[in-house]
């Protein structure tokens, strides 16, 4: 089966806390990407990465960090200086090319403790 | 600058049909999608337009006008499985970034 992977589905963060999200996708995509959703809002791109070993900042950076070491795998870690962090996190892979169909996982909920 | 808007909120009844509107203001214009998202769950691909005109998918249509920034998505004999967000979504000018709006909360009644 061909599709994106994210674990956990829910994540508890304690004060002063780095969590990181998993992100796995066997759609041979070139292009990743990291999503935040919060409620009555759009979701707004956290950071993406359109080749490996490479990733650039998105809308909403500060606070989280990103690698692309493999093609299939993009982390994504929220570190303690996002103040903010409850969310829905949504990874997407797309092929980067016309159309650009992004795909995405089922997410992963992350609270606060 | 880049901007999408559409309806927070929508309701209708079971078997009829709704048109959920989308305006986009873009530098540039690279195509526009429509994403289902149920409450909890991943978007999931609805459709893709590139040139104006309706398009149709089973009971799901989705049309353009790129002189108007207009798009709308026309579902057609809803069910009760219909009732999702519906998001729509542009793609950054020269970028692979997508732009989404906030979302239509579309709730089908019996």
């Known amino acids: 089966d061909g599709g994106i992977t994210q674990s956990p589905k829910y994540l508890f963060r304690k004060e002063g806390q780095n969590v990181t999200l998993s992100c796995e996708q066997n759609?041979?995509?070139?292009?990743m990407y990291w999503y935040r959703q919060d409620p009555g809002q759009g979701l707004r791109l956290i950071y993406y990465?359109?080749?490996?070993?490479?990733?650039q900042k998105g809308d909403i950076a500060e606070g989280y960090s990103v690698s692309r070491e493999k093609k299939e795998s993009f982390p994504l870690t929220v570190t303690s200086a996002q103040k903010n962090p409850t969310a829905f996190y949504l990874c997407?892979?797309?092929?980067?090319?016309?159309?650009?169909?992004?795909?995405f996982g089922a997410g992963t909920r992350l609270s606060v403790l | 600058g880049q901007n999408i808007d559409q309806p927070t909120e929508m309701t209708a009844t079971e078997g009829a049909i709704v048109q959920i509107n989308c305006t986009y203001q873009?530098?540039?214009?690279?195509?526009l999608f429509w994403y289902q998202q149920h409450a909890g769950e991943a978007p999931t691909f609805l459709s893709y337009?590139?040139?104006?005109g309706l398009e149709e998918k089973g009971r799901f249509s989705s049309f353009l006008s790129r002189s108007k920034g207009y798009s709308y998505l026309l579902l057609k004999e809803l069910q009760m499985k219909d009732s999702a967000s519906y998001l729509c979504?542009?793609?950054?000018?020269?970028?692979?970034?997508?732009?989404f709006g906030t979302g239509t909360r579309l709730q089908v009644f019996p």
């Open positions: 990465s359109q080749i490996v070993n490479d990733f």
């Open positions: 759609l041979n995509h070139d292009a």
């Open positions: 337009n590139v040139l104006d």
């Open positions: 979504a542009a793609p950054s000018y020269n970028t692979d970034k997508l732009i």
């Open positions: 873009t530098s540039g214009f690279n195509g």
């Open positions: 997407a892979s797309g092929n980067g090319q016309d159309q650009n169909i992004q795909y």
